[in-house]
């Protein structure tokens, strides 16, 4: 069966639109039913470490099992999350340990070749 095929038949259209549908009410049972509600004060304390518990998790199998480097942990990778780590405690600031980080990396790899 060509590509062609596969895409012209109904089969696959049906799914792709009950996934979107699914999607749909699934998304707004939280926004469209509960949205103008505020929510308990314990969601919204939750709510807060949420970028503090995803972010770790994206970013930790990039430096310790980059694709640039085939999977093995690289000392450019890792000086740059330390430093990433480093001025973010030292200065409280998001911005500031994204710059560390990114200048760290930058000059590493550069020193490196």
């Not at 259209?13 to 505020?38: C, E, H, M, Q």
């Amino acid at each position: 069966m060509s590509t062609a095929d596969f895409y012209g038949r109904p089969t696959l259209w049906l799914i792709i639109l009950a996934l979107g549908i699914g999607t749909f009410f699934l998304r707004y049972s939280f926004l469209g039913l509960f949205g103008n509600k505020p929510l308990p004060e314990w969601a919204l304390r939750y709510l807060r470490y949420t970028a503090v518990a995803v972010l770790p998790g994206l970013v930790a199998p990039l430096v310790l099992w980059p694709a640039a480097t085939g999977g093995s942990p690289d000392p450019a990778r890792l000086l740059a999350a330390a430093a990433t780590l480093g001025v973010g405690l030292l200065s409280r600031n998001t911005l500031y340990a994204i710059l560390g980080g990114l200048s760290t990396l930058y000059l590493a790899l550069w020193l490196v070749g």
